[in-house]
């Protein structure tokens, strides 16, 4: 495990963890559930391609894929015009559909 101390002291120790890191899947899912940061898990994933660790990219990158499309889903988007009118649209003029 890294420790603090060493991420604060400078990127070798850190370039060094990640060189050799393997995570199980599953935990992996778990955590980013629990704690879902997509970017982070995207720059993790950047980082461990940059130092030749491909297993590990290519799972963090799509842990952070599956994150951000569950942030990003639809039905967690709010239409606030809508909100703040009571329900009914506050626009005067149609949408114009884009083709």
């Not at 778990?30 to 995207?42: D, F, G, V």
């Not at 720059?43 to 963090?60: G, K, T, Y």
């Amino acid at each position: 495990m890294l420790e603090e101390r060493e991420i604060s002291a400078g990127i070798e120790p850190v370039s060094a963890w990640l060189r050799h890191l393997v995570t199980r899947t599953p935990d992996l899912e778990t955590a980013s559930t629990k704690r879902p940061r997509a970017a982070t898990l995207q720059r993790l994933a950047d980082m461990a391609a940059a130092l030749n660790n491909d297993p590990l990219a290519r799972q963090l990158d799509a842990a952070a894929r599956r994150v951000s499309a569950r942030i990003s889903a639809p039905s967690r988007t709010v239409d606030l015009s809508r909100k703040q009118s009571g329900g009914k649209s506050a626009r005067k003029t149609p949408r114009r559909r884009l083709v």
